[in-house]
């Protein structure tokens, strides 16, 4: 809706039709769930009484369905993917401007069998006689399908009408024009007082940054950004001279390499390296909290929170775990329980960010930078100790029917389910990711595959072996991630992916330890994730230059989406 230009805000299906009251319409989303489940989602019945518009999408039909006495029944099959809609000829307003044929988006197995007294069924597909439904009367719409994601081509056609014809909006809302009001707020919360930032060098604190700059006086407005030594070539230095062109006065480098590093140094599993990062986080904000006064009366914390994170189901299950760590720090938690906290950016969604940042003249450089872990290249350079982290015994690669089974385990997801995995390796790419897919659905062992792009000698000879987190082992995975992120720059292959990791595995030779994996993928929020396969061409220059990264014997290219693959291997 905020990107059609109109303001919308999220809230929780359990609020009051009254607490609604004044809204011009509403929309009831999807869900996992099934209206019969005992303890499903529902919705004050009021909401559809009320003659406000009301558009139910998915789980949000059979919802309306449900509540205005329709039948809703678990479907004989699925219907999961791609579907032809099938649109009537006398469907009104919300499919206005819209063939009678369209492509859409479908996920899910309930569907609505009879529809409410006083419905009509607007569309239909070969599985889902009521694809959509309305009472034009009542201005209740509901859609089995999803409008909101781009693989249904009509999808914005079909908001836009909603909210321009049925709720008669207008455009209200545009993230640029927000600025003034948010540095006004930012005055009236901190008053007298100055504020303090822990800044990542990312989006989001960055432009929390420099709102506050410019409603307080650059004195007034102290940051502190943490190198963990898991950072990537360059990033100090690139922050540092980030907040030197905002005007900042007040920002420091604090450099805990040595500890987190130290803290590292024996642990190879996924789990526990996170564990450790995050207890590391929260002592070094402890240590500054505690020795900068920045507990007393004169300060409050300023965060780079966004929209998202304050909605109860939003953010990634693994930003989670850290965030989890950095709430639990007690000077944090103090200030956040006296209300001593600013989050500017409370109000806004990642894109609305990056146009709040524009706005403000910040560098396309740090606007589009793709997402970056905030454990950093910990996820990125994997460990073994000969035992846990590594598949067999002797470290060798194992001959199977497709390739070789790597002894090098990698974190996936299957279903709502963890897994850790070895690595299926083969020869060539394959003809069609299908193809890829399918290698993994025949090798249980594995959930993950590569293929070899090029290696110092055959893939039989090479070996796992014993590798920490050591400075050494990060070097080299820091200039690998430095090639790419250079060449695929200047490509502008970098325009073509979301997000491109660049993982090293304890797998080589003698006096060449490691292998680099390259991991380009597309996503919307990270959540799910397809493989992008890179031009040949830069496949190769990027291969050869890798070749000459000290300690490199091979580079391979992952071809698993997510899932059965996670984004990072861990
Ligand atoms: P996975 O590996 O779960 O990653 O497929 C999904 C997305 O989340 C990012 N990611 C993180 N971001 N802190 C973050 O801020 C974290 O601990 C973290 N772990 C994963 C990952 O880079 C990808 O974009």
Redesign the pocket.
């Known amino acids: 809706m905020r990107d059609l230009g109109v303001y919308a805000e999220v809230a929780p299906s359990e609020t009051r039709a009254g607490d609604l009251a004044g809204r011009r319409g509403i929309i009831v989303s999807g869900g996992p769930a099934s209206v019969y489940d005992a303890g499903s989602p529902t919705i004050d019945p009021q909401l559809l009484r009320a003659g406000v518009p009301v558009l139910g999408i998915c789980y949000g039909q059979q919802l309306m369905a449900h509540l205005l006495g329709g039948t809703v029944q678990r479907g004989e099959r699925g219907e999961y993917g791609f579907a032809q809609l099938e649109i009537a000829s006398d469907a009104g307003r919300i499919f206005r401007e819209i063939a009678p044929r369209q492509q859409v988006w479908m996920s899910h197995r309930d569907l609505v069998t009879r529809p409410p007294e006083g419905f009509h069924v607007l569309a239909r597909t070969e599985t889902c006689a009521v694809a959509a439904m309305a009472d034009a009367a009542k201005r209740l719409y509901a859609v089995q399908f999803h409008p909101e994601v781009a693989h249904t081509p009509c999808g914005t056609q079909i908001l836009s009408n909603f909210l321009f014809d049925v709720c008669g909006c207008a455009t209200d809302w545009d993230p640029a024009g927000q600025i003034q009001g948010v540095e006004d707020r930012i005055r009236e919360v901190a008053g007298a007082r100055s504020v303090f930032f822990f800044v990542s060098g990312g989006v989001d604190s960055t432009v929390a940054y420099t709102l506050c700059l410019r409603a307080l006086t650059p004195e007034r407005v102290h940051g502190l950004y943490v190198d963990t030594g898991l950072m990537r070539e360059g990033e100090t230095e690139f922050v540092r001279a980030n907040f030197a062109a905002l005007g900042a006065k007040a920002f420091a480098v604090h450099d805990a390499s040595a500890e987190f590093l130290g803290a590292l140094a024996g642990a190879v599993e996924p789990e526990r390296k996170r564990h450790i990062i995050g207890e590391e986080f929260v002592r070094v904000q402890q240590q500054t909290l505690d020795s900068e006064h920045y507990l007393d009366g004169h300060w409050i914390l300023g965060q780079g929170t966004i929209y998202p994170d304050t909605i109860e189901s939003g953010g990634?299950a693994?930003?989670e775990?850290?965030k989890t760590h950095h709430n639990r720090v007690a000077g944090i938690q103090r200030l956040i329980e006296e209300g001593r906290i600013v989050e500017p950016l409370a109000n806004f969604y990642k894109d609305e960010v990056r146009a709040i940042g524009r706005e403000l003249g910040l560098s396309p450089a740090l606007l589009e930078r793709h997402?970056f872990?905030?454990?950093g290249l910990a996820?990125r350079c994997l460990c073994a100790d000969g035992g846990g982290g590594l598949e067999n015994d002797g470290g060798a690669p194992e001959k199977s029917p497709d390739g070789w089974v790597l002894p090098v385990r990698s974190v996936g997801v299957q279903g709502d389910s963890r897994t850790y995995r070895s690595v299926l390796a083969i020869e060539d790419f394959p003809a069609s990711q299908e193809e890829a897919a399918s290698l993994i659905n025949r090798n249980d062992r594995v959930n993950r595959v590569v293929a070899e792009v090029w290696t110092a000698a055959p893939v039989a000879q090479m070996r796992a072996r014993p590798a920490a987190l050591s400075r050494e082992r990060l070097a080299r995975l820091r200039r690998a991630d430095a090639i790419v992120r250079s060449m695929t720059h200047d490509s502008g292959f970098d325009h073509f992916v979301w997000?491109l990791p660049v993982v090293l595995i304890p797998f080589g030779l003698d006096g060449r330890p490691d292998s680099i994996v390259l991991r380009p993928i597309n996503s919307v929020d990270?959540m799910t994730?397809s493989v992008v396969r890179m031009p040949k061409g830069l496949l190769a220059e990027i291969a050869a230059q890798l070749k000459a990264v000290e300690g490199v014997a091979g580079v391979f290219y992952d071809l698993t989406n997510?899932p059965p693959g996670?984004?990072?291997w861990e």
């Open positions: 990634t693994k930003s775990l850290i997402p872990p905030g454990p996820i997000q990270g994730a997510k996670t984004i990072e």
